[in-house]
Nanobody
């Protein structure tokens, strides 16, 4: 069973920073596009950023410049560095692993980690 284990969420004041981590198995990490999504109360889950196994990144336009996605191959971990946080960034953040294996798509999710931006 594939596991994506997230950590790093919490309560932070506006303007502060947090770094989220998501660890998974080497077999999944090495072939997947890894991503972060978020879901605020009463809203649909939305894309934050993705990074391919070759390191190409993609961000939702509204978060460019404040959020940075990266991956550490040695640790099979993907990170989301979030700076200049705003109350509207409050959401549950989910890690995602997406790819194709033997012509079959897979799409795995972590359990989510709460990020609350409030004074």
């Amino acid at each position: 069973q594939v596991q994506l284990v997230e950590s790093g969420g919490g309560l932070v004041q506006p303007g502060g920073s947090l770094r989220l981590s998501c660890a998974t198995s080497r077999s999944i990490f090495s072939i997947s596009t890894m991503g972060w999504y978020r879901q605020a109360p009463g809203k649909q889950r939305e894309l934050v950023a993705t990074i391919t196994n070759s390191g190409n990144t993609n961000y939702v336009d509204s978060l460019k410049g404040r959020f940075t996605i990266s991956r550490d191959t040695a640790k099979n971990t993907v990170y989301l560095q979030m700076n200049s946080l705003k109350p509207e960034d409050t959401a549950v953040y989910y890690c995602n692993a997406f790819g194709v294996f033997f012509k079959k798509e897979y799409n795995y999710w972590g359990q989510g980690t709460q990020v609350t931006v409030s004074s």
